[in-house]
Structures are given as structure tokens and as C-alpha cells.
């Protein structure tokens, strides 16, 4: 369902190319990461301009958005949403207005921008960045879902179309910032750091039983809650895994994860003559969001330097593979292949989903996990359509465990 406002207010585009003012379009704008971008917008109001911006649910707050940001186009996703609060194109000041999946497509397609930033989660991003790649936009991705469903399709595509793909992970971030200027080909393997998440140290017992609460509490980073229940999990370390495959071209035994607690170190990449490399910084968000955004330049900003001498002893551990079985799991997903793991990155969003709303303990979402993968049939090298029905039939199958479980 798209509807548009045929009367929208439009303004002359900048000239594509023009590097004073980098146009951007947020998809998923009251995010964590998506209100990160705007902050940085707020704080370099002369290197960008937002011109669409997209909430699913949040429309209070992409109301005041659009006030502070005057954008060209948004579209609220979710269409019921959208109706609940009465919403008309004259409640946006203006700017056209969309509505559903279909609307996000659209307002890539319909404004004149420099950079799509991917800042909503779930397989639900995949079409609209699709169409950016088709338009010869820059990408900055920190949606990891459509990397781990359709990695080969988004990849390939950003390739023919040479479009550059700017991770906004920070582990990503700090792996493509470690590569910059060295010779691919030497690269022995890269190293993924994990906080560890809020239950580090937790019995199997507790860690079964916690709660949402205690899930998304966690140590280190703010963030969205389903990426903050990933992270409980492992299974964002695990899709973090599956997409460091498909943007640097690594195998999945090229990848190690380790548990480092203070986050300082974001990641690091070995080479063949044993040197390692490593990016540090603040644990804040904001840094590479930052460097996506202005790549390739380097923009100083409100943080401190990092002090090294109050650093103290960086801590590094193997994750305990047997209370978090996630991590396997994507493991086992992007060495299949095929179809499997837009399976498994849909099973984990009912089981997220259901864990969130109570209705399964939180060891319940692994199992449900599991339970999708074990009855998915792999199908290889998937059309989009095939992945559709792929993700849509894991759906399905992972409402009916969560049920079973729910009972």
C-alpha cells in the first residue's frame, strides 16, 4: 500500500556530486541509529541534509522530526499505524507523504539523494536498498538482516551497480577501516569483539529464566531492543559473522569472535606476516555512523581523544559457545548457504518478538531457532522470490513452535 500527497511541497536538488552538502534519507529515522544520524546531522548542519526520512511505528516522534529537518518525503511503514493516528498529508508539513513497505521503496525512488542510510531492522529493508543500489546511491547499512537473508543479491548488486556499501556496525566499521590501503590477498582472518552482553558470568538456570528486562540491559552500548536482545543472545555476533562474509569476501572460518567486555576495541583483522591491526574507539555509536556518513573524510567531533594510559588491561576471552548457541548457529547458516540463512534470521525475529511480549522464556528463542533450521529444506543460489517464500514459510513455522511453547 502506497499513498502519496500529489500536492507535496519539492525543492530544486542540489546538484548530484556537489560535496558541500550530502543528501540522506534515513530509513527507520527513531531508531537508535537512525536518531544517531540525525544528531550528527544537527552537528554538521553544513555537510548534510536529510531529505525523506521513514518511522514504522514512532509517528510522535517523526512528527518532530519533520518539523526540525523540513525533509522532502517520509513514509510511515506500518499502514495501521498510520490510520490509528488519523494520519493525512497535511499532518506533515508538507512533505509527501507514503505509507506501508511499498512507500519506502517509493521514497527512494522519488528523491534526488546521495546517501540511503539503513537504519530500520528486519528482512523488510531489503527492497528499498535494492532500489538505492539501482539508483547508484552510497549505502551506509546498519540493517543486518538483509545482509544475513539476501547478503549474495545486495552484494552483487552493489558491485554492478558500483555502488559503495559503508558499514555502519562498529565491528564492520572497524574491519573496513583496518583494510583501507592493504593488500587484500595477505589478510589471514579477522576478529569480531563482543561485549559479552548483560549475562556474562549467568548460570545456564539464570540465563534460561531471565527476563526482557534483564536482556536488555545491557552493559555497554544503547540500542534498539531487538538488537539488544541479539546481542543477550549472541545472534548479532552471529549475523555480524554472516555479513563480514558477504562485504569482504571472507570465509567463515576466517572469522574468530571474542568476548572483550569494554567494547574499546572494535575489531581486528590478522595478515599473513602475523601483524594485527586493530580500531579503537569511544563506545558510542555516533563515531561510525559518523565515518559513514563522511567517508572518505574524517570529521572531528565532540568526543574526547581516547585516553590509553586510564585504558588499563584489555581483556579478551572465548565466548562460551554451549550457554549461546546462537553464535553456532550462524555458523552453521552461512556455511550451508542458500535459503538457509534468511530461515534462521526470520526465526529469530518471531522468537525475538515473542520473547519480548512474554510469551516464551528466553532460552526459548535458540530453541524455536533451532527447530526452524532443522525443518527448513536449503534451497541454493535463491532468486529474491525464492528467499521471500523462504523467510515467509520459516515465519510461519517459527509462529507455530513459539505457540507450542507458549502453552
Not at 71 to 99: I, M, N, T
Not at 103 to 122: F, P, Q, Y
Not at 225 to 243: C, P, Q, W, Y
Request: hydrophobic share 45%; glycine share 8%.
Amino acid at each position: 500500500m502506497v499513498e502519496r500527497n500529489s500536492s507535496a511541497r519539492r525543492t530544486e536538488p542540489a546538484r548530484r556530486g556537489d560535496a558541500s552538502v550530502r543528501r540522506i534519507i534515513v530509513l527507520g529515522s527513531t531508531g537508535s541509529v537512525g536518531a544517531t544520524t540525525l544528531d550528527i546531522v544537527r552537528d554538521f548542519p553544513g555537510r548534510f541534509k536529510v531529505v525523506g526520512l521513514s518511522a514504522h511505528r514512532n509517528v510522535g516522534l517523526l512528527k518532530r522530526q519533520i518539523e526540525e529537518f523540513s525533509p522532502q518525503a517520509v513514509c510511515v511503514s506500518d499502514a495501521g499505524a498510520a490510520r490509528k493516528c488519523g494520519l493525512a498529508s497535511d499532518s506533515f508539513g508538507g512533505a509527501e507523504f507514503l505509507v506501508g513497505e511499498g512507500g519506502l521503496s517509493a521514497l527512494v525512488e522519488g528523491l534526488e539523494a546521495d546517501l540511503l542510510v539503513v537504519a530500520m531492522v528486519g528482512f523488510a529493508g531489503l527492497l528499498p536498498t535494492l532500489k538505492g543500489i539501482e539508483r547508484g546511491l552510497a549505502i551506509a547499512l546498519a540493517n543486518k538482516e538483509i545482509l544475513v537473508a539476501a547478503g549474495e543479491i545486495v552484494v552483487a548488486s552493489a558491485r554492478q551497480a558500483g555502488v559503495r556499501l559503508l558499514p555502519i556496525d562498529s565491528e564492520h566499521s572497524a574491519i573496513f577501516q583496518c583494510l583501507e590501503g592493504n593488500h587484500a590477498p595477505s589478510l589471514r582472518r579477522v576478529v569480531l569483539t563482543a561485549s559479552g552482553g548483560p549475562f556474562r558470568g549467568w548460570s545456564r538456570e539464570a540465563i534460561e529464566n531471565a527476563t526482557p528486562e534483564e536482556a536488555l540491559h545491557h552493559p555497554t552500548w544503547s540500542m534498539g531492543r531487538k538488537i539488544t536482545i541479539d546481542s543477550a543472545t549472541l545472534m548479532n555476533k552471529g549475523f555480524e559473522v554472516i555479513e563480514a562474509c558477504h562485504l569482504f569476501g571472507l570465509r567463515p572460518d576466517q572469522i574468530d569472535v571474542l568476548i572483550h567486555p569494554r567494547s574499546t576495541v572494535h575489531s581486528m583483522v590478522e595478515f599473513n606476516d602475523g601483524s594485527v591491526l586493530a580500531q579503537m574507539g569511544q563506545t558510542d555509536m555516533y563515531l561510525p555512523v559518523l565515518h559513514a556518513l563522511a567517508y572518505p573524510d574524517r570529521l572531528a567531533n565532540k568526543f574526547p581523544p581516547l585516553d590509553l594510559a586510564a585504558l588499563g588491561a584489555l581483556e579478551f576471552s572465548h565466548p562460551d559457545r554451549r550457554l549461546f548457541p546462537c553464535l553456532d548457529y550462524a555458523y552453521e547458516a552461512v556455511s550451508t548457504g542458500g535459503t538457509m540463512p534468511a530461515a534462521m534470521n526470520a526465526a529469530n525475529e518471531v522468537a525475538v518478538d515473542a520473547f519480548l511480549r512474554k510469551r516464551v522464556p528466553f532460552g526459548g528463542i535458540a530453541r524455536t531457532i533451532r527447530a526452524v533450521m532443522d525443518a527448513h529444506t536449503t534451497m541454493d543460489n535463491p532468486s529474491l522470490d525464492v528467499l521471500r517464500k523462504a523467510d515467509r514459510q520459516a515465519r510461519e513455522t517459527a509462529e507455530r513452535y513459539v505457540g507450542n511453547l507458549a502453552r
